[in-house]
């Protein structure tokens, strides 16, 4: 089975661009009251395999979110297969633990590009409209959250080397997204999506493709993406080349509901 450590040397790294990332023996509590709507920006990160129990995660996590001005408590489990009784404990208490399905395609090859038949440009004008538009389609549709989102490719991950790029309909309006940042020598892909009434023509395949071919163009040997475990697009990657890892854990609870 493909390992899960580049993913987070990745993770960690991007961790890094945050505001504050404070380290612990089980992972880190990454904050930044920049963007304290946007979960990302505000959570738990943790690794470790050892037993930890959900009141140490708080008690660091929960001041140092606070201070940033967050109202939510995140916390991503990335060894959930050694933390049962933390995954208990959580949903004991009413969480609902949420999958991701960590999948990865390693090596120098690859397929093609491009399909001539849907060519794939990279973003550059027009790109704020656009993201925002893409954002609505993953249930995101707070404005100050889309203003933080925003804030944060512009601030953050574009400066880090986060690249967009698109697939136009026929009237050349972006029909497809997809993002791509190589941190540590390692490439993830992020943010597939494709507009209801351009679904069905293979754009998410044309997009993946690229987005190999520029992540290898940068030196990467790998390129990791999260997928729905038992979704369609987990499919459509494996077909890619991609192969599953594991799966990673998380949860979203209200501050106003967590009692200390």
């Known amino acids: 089975m493909p390992s899960l450590e580049p993913f987070l040397s990745f993770w960690r790294a991007l961790d890094a661009l ?3 990332e404070e380290r612990t023996w089980w992972g880190a509590v990454v904050s ?7 979960q990302e920006a505000n959570y738990a990160r943790v690794e470790t395999t050892r037993a930890v129990a959900l009141e140490e995660i708080e008690t ?3 001041p140092s979110v606070a201070r940033a001005g967050s109202r939510r408590e995140h916390v991503v ?11 208990v404990e959580a949903s004991t208490r009413g969480e ?46 707070d404005e100050t959250m889309l203003d933080q989102l925003a804030a944060i490719e512009r601030e953050v991950l574009i400066p880090a080397g986060r690249r967009w790029f698109v697939i136009r309909d026929a009237g050349g ?21 494709t507009l209801p009434e351009a679904r069905r023509r293979g754009h998410a395949t044309a997009l993946t493709r690229r987005l190999l071919s520029e992540a290898r163009a ?19 990657y494996a077909r890619l080349g991609f192969e599953r890892v594991t799966q990673i854990a998380s949860w979203i609870a209200p501050m106003d509901r967590i009692r200390r």
């Open 218 to 236: 940068t030196g990467a040997d790998r390129t990791y993406l999260l997928a729905e475990p038992r979704g369609v697009a987990a499919a459509l």
């Open 77 to 87: 489990v990335f060894s959930p297969e050694a933390q049962t009784e933390l995954l």
């Open 60 to 62: 660091a996590l929960l």
């Open 32 to 38: 930044d009251a920049r963007y304290p709507a946007v």
């Open 96 to 141: 609902r633990i949420a999958w991701d399905l960590v999948m990865v395609h390693e090596g120098s090859t690859g397929p093609p590009a491009d399909d001539p038949a849907e060519p794939v440009e990279e973003l550059d004008e027009g790109f704020w409209l656009a993201h925002r538009a893409s954002t609505r389609l993953f249930d995101v549709s």
């Open 173 to 193: 309006a972006p029909a497809a997204f997809a993002a791509l940042l190589v941190l540590e020598g390692i490439g993830f892909v992020d943010h597939v999506v």
């Open 18 to 20: 945050f505001a504050v």
